[in-house]
């Protein structure tokens, strides 16, 4: 690998790190902003509808606008996936992830009552499960096993989250705001544990000795 591309992988690595702070950021500023937002009650989309009860012009400003900006970060972190993949399964993981963050971008852009949101949200973590899940497989076929199972692991908990919450009484019932930052957690975890692994070096040898370039 060329120092150029070092350094743009690099970026990308970084990248991942600057769309979860900010994303996360962005979302827990909206919460605190609004005075009437409540866990129990509303949707997280709720912080960035123009016109709820819970929103504000401050609160539209910083949920929107993380999701679109952490979303279009991020798509350069998944320029480094797929620049660092060792196999095709691997790089073939880095699609859904596009699509997820697009997904992310797309529910900033529409909000909560607009018709494309619920469809935005939905590829959002649908996407990012099926991203993490491929990238898992293509993992587990360098050689990096427990890093693969980790990564299994924390798809299997969020499949569980909204199975639970679904099973409790569908999407309509108040408090979806759990589930949605429980998932979007878990997918942040992922994201910051993948670029830490990438921006150790090539594939964090100890966790992956028989990657080879």
Do not use: K
Not at 80 to 93: C, D, K, Q
Not at 162 to 181: D, H, M
Not at 191 to 196: E, I, K, N, S
């Amino acid at each position: 690998m060329s120092e150029r591309d070092g350094n743009v992988n690099r970026l990308g690595g970084w990248a991942g790190v600057v769309s979860v702070l900010s994303t996360n950021a962005a979302i827990a500023g909206a919460t605190l902003a609004s005075s009437s937002f409540a866990w129990g009650d509303h949707a997280l989309s709720n912080l960035g509808q123009p016109g709820d009860p819970v929103a504000t012009p401050v609160t539209t400003l910083l949920f929107d606008g993380g999701l679109v900006v952490g979303g279009l970060v991020g798509l350069l972190f998944s320029y480094t996936l797929w620049t660092g993949s060792a196999n095709l399964v691997e790089r073939i993981a880095v699609l859904p992830l596009c699509v997820a963050l697009l997904g992310m971008v797309g529910a900033g852009i529409f909000p909560y009552t607009q018709p494309l949101h619920g469809p935005a949200a939905v590829t959002l973590y649908l996407a990012s499960m099926v991203a993490m899940a491929v990238y898992a497989v293509g993992n587990a076929l360098t050689g990096a096993v427990r890093r693969a199972a980790g990564t299994v692991g924390l798809v299997a908990l969020h499949v569980g989250i909204w199975w639970w919450w679904l099973s409790g009484g569908g999407l309509s019932r108040g408090g979806l705001a759990i589930p949605e930052l429980l998932g979007s957690l878990l997918f942040s975890a992922w994201v910051l544990w993948t670029a830490h692994w990438h921006l150790r070096g090539p594939r964090a040898a100890d966790t992956d000795a028989q990657f080879q370039r």
